[in-house]
């Protein structure tokens, strides 16, 4: 049985999430949107960002940074060490929360499904579960170390056990879109335990402006802007625009961001001779500061590859540019379809180079096209623009604590 916290009392809300807080905006914006409300105490469980755990309030959410860091790296065992670190962290806090009585609901954010367990002990004595659902890790493992080995296929099949038993746990699921949605559902997930809440802007962060983009500079600007990673490909981009250099003299591609293939990308824009045209960031850029860098930029690129995994992504820097008035190239995969059609965004076929720089190279020579498709893609904002999105999230909490 779950335990509903009782009508008019202030719901103490536990947030576990393996993630540099400061930059993530899907776990900001619901922790922020439910602090903001008298009935709601949120309290966040995180990774640590510096040397030494901090506690902080930020925007009325109680922070706590937990004594592990982020892992960023190619391994995975040392992937799943440190999650398993975390884990055993989270759980002693959680359940030291619940023992106070500081706990009503227990919202995990994955990777991994199995954050759930460290909720198991208010889980056990009737305290609302939810498992919120950013990636599945089903795809993302295999797109990042492949399954190609027996071993591999092994693991897979692990990890299939690993999603379906966090969420029987759960007495609520959320995931980021619908195709997302229909892949957990295929897996034998109770699609009656599913709310979909995409990862939209917020508005607070990203208010849409149709001026910023309207006028002309000496540079043509593309932006990649989030985690920098291979299966993101975000190389490709960088192949592109050394292609188009000698043809347009003045296109700069900003690439802002932290990630495993970073040092690569530098390496390769080095040998391809365009560090002059490919400009990195000097590390991971906080959520509030992101608009003051992409205020002055021409066309945001999502140049993901082809897999598993970013089929199912509805990638939030490409709703992010949408709502600050940006247009946005991307590659044609499942879950962006399902939302956007050619009429809203510059599609190009994935891991195609010659595709991507001849799509960029038509939206750099029609700036009424660009407009035209940054104004078409404003209608997406319309259903699930924050400001009445959040009322599915906020439907969720009123069904779990009425």
């Given at each position: 049985m779950m335990a509903r916290p009782q009508p008019g009392?202030?719901?103490?809300?536990?947030?576990?999430?393996?993630?540099?807080?400061?930059?993530?905006?899907?776990?900001?914006?619901?922790?922020?949107?439910?602090?903001?409300?008298?009935?709601?105490?949120?309290?966040?469980?995180?990774?640590?960002?510096?040397?030494?755990?901090?506690?902080?309030?930020?925007?009325?959410?109680?922070v706590i940074e937990l004594n592990v860091p982020k892992y960023r790296g190619n391994s995975g065992i040392s992937y799943l060490l440190s999650y398993l670190h975390f884990v055993l962290l989270a759980f002693t806090t959680c359940t030291m929360l619940f023992i106070r009585g500081s706990l009503d609901v227990v919202h995990v954010h994955n990777m991994p499904n199995c954050l759930v367990l460290a909720a198991i002990i208010p889980r056990l004595f009737g305290k609302c579960l939810i498992l919120d659902i950013h990636d599945t890790l089903v795809e993302l493992y295999a797109c990042k170390f492949g399954c190609r080995s027996l071993k591999d296929r092994i693991f897979e099949g692990g990890l299939h056990i690993e999603e379906y038993l966090?969420?029987?746990?759960?007495?609520?699921?959320?995931?980021?879109?619908?195709?997302?949605?229909?892949?957990?559902?295929?897996?034998?997930?109770?699609?009656?335990?599913?709310?979909?809440?995409?990862?939209?802007?917020?508005?607070?962060?990203?208010?849409?402006?149709?001026?910023?983009?309207?006028?002309?500079?000496?540079?043509?600007?593309?932006?990649?802007?989030?985690?920098?990673?291979?299966?993101l490909g975000i190389d490709l981009a960088i192949k592109a625009v050394a292609h188009?250099?000698?043809?347009?003299?003045?296109?700069?591609?900003?690439?802002?961001?932290?990630?495993?293939?970073?040092?690569?990308?530098?390496?390769?824009?080095?040998?391809l001779g365009v560090e002059k045209e490919v400009h990195f960031s000097a590390g991971a850029i906080r959520l509030e500061e992101l608009p003051n860098y992409l205020k002055d930029m021409d066309l945001t690129i999502i140049p993901n590859r082809r897999n598993s995994a970013t089929e199912l992504m509805l990638p939030v820097k490409m709703?992010?540019?949408?709502?600050?008035?940006?247009?946005?190239?991307?590659?044609?995969?499942?879950?962006?379809?399902?939302?956007?059609?050619?009429?809203?965004?510059?599609f190009f076929e994935p891991e195609n180079v010659s595709s991507l720089q001849s799509t960029i190279l038509e939206a750099i020579n029609s700036p009424s096209l660009r407009l035209q498709k940054r104004d078409n893609a404003r209608a997406f904002l319309k259903p699930y623009g924050w400001d009445s999105h959040k009322f599915a999230l906020l439907g969720l909490y009123k069904s779990l604590c009425p």
């Amino acid at each position: 049985m779950m335990a509903r916290p009782q009508p008019g009392k202030i719901t103490k809300v536990c947030m576990i999430a393996y993630t540099n807080y400061a930059i993530d905006a899907r776990v900001r914006r619901e922790a922020e949107t439910l602090a903001a409300l008298p009935e709601y105490r949120v309290t966040m469980l995180v990774n640590k960002l510096n040397d030494k755990p901090r506690n902080y309030v930020l925007e009325n959410v109680n922070v706590i940074e937990l004594n592990v860091p982020k892992y960023r790296g190619n391994s995975g065992i040392s992937y799943l060490l440190s999650y398993l670190h975390f884990v055993l962290l989270a759980f002693t806090t959680c359940t030291m929360l619940f023992i106070r009585g500081s706990l009503d609901v227990v919202h995990v954010h994955n990777m991994p499904n199995c954050l759930v367990l460290a909720a198991i002990i208010p889980r056990l004595f009737g305290k609302c579960l939810i498992l919120d659902i950013h990636d599945t890790l089903v795809e993302l493992y295999a797109c990042k170390f492949g399954c190609r080995s027996l071993k591999d296929r092994i693991f897979e099949g692990g990890l299939h056990i690993e999603e379906y038993l966090s969420c029987l746990i759960a007495h609520k699921v959320i995931c980021v879109n619908h195709v997302q949605r229909n892949a957990l559902t295929s897996r034998g997930v109770d699609r009656t335990k599913i709310t979909v809440i995409l990862n939209v802007p917020d508005p607070k962060i990203f208010p849409y402006n149709t001026k910023a983009h309207e006028n002309g500079s000496a540079n043509f600007n593309l932006v990649y802007f989030g985690t920098l990673a291979k299966r993101l490909g975000i190389d490709l981009a960088i192949k592109a625009v050394a292609h188009l250099a000698d043809k347009v003299p003045n296109i700069r591609f900003h690439i802002l961001g932290e990630g495993d293939q970073k040092e690569e990308l530098k390496a390769l824009s080095e040998r391809l001779g365009v560090e002059k045209e490919v400009h990195f960031s000097a590390g991971a850029i906080r959520l509030e500061e992101l608009p003051n860098y992409l205020k002055d930029m021409d066309l945001t690129i999502i140049p993901n590859r082809r897999n598993s995994a970013t089929e199912l992504m509805l990638p939030v820097k490409m709703l992010e540019s949408i709502a600050m008035g940006i247009p946005v190239l991307t590659a044609r995969l499942n879950a962006i379809e399902y939302y956007f059609n050619d009429e809203m965004v510059f599609f190009f076929e994935p891991e195609n180079v010659s595709s991507l720089q001849s799509t960029i190279l038509e939206a750099i020579n029609s700036p009424s096209l660009r407009l035209q498709k940054r104004d078409n893609a404003r209608a997406f904002l319309k259903p699930y623009g924050w400001d009445s999105h959040k009322f599915a999230l906020l439907g969720l909490y009123k069904s779990l604590c009425p």
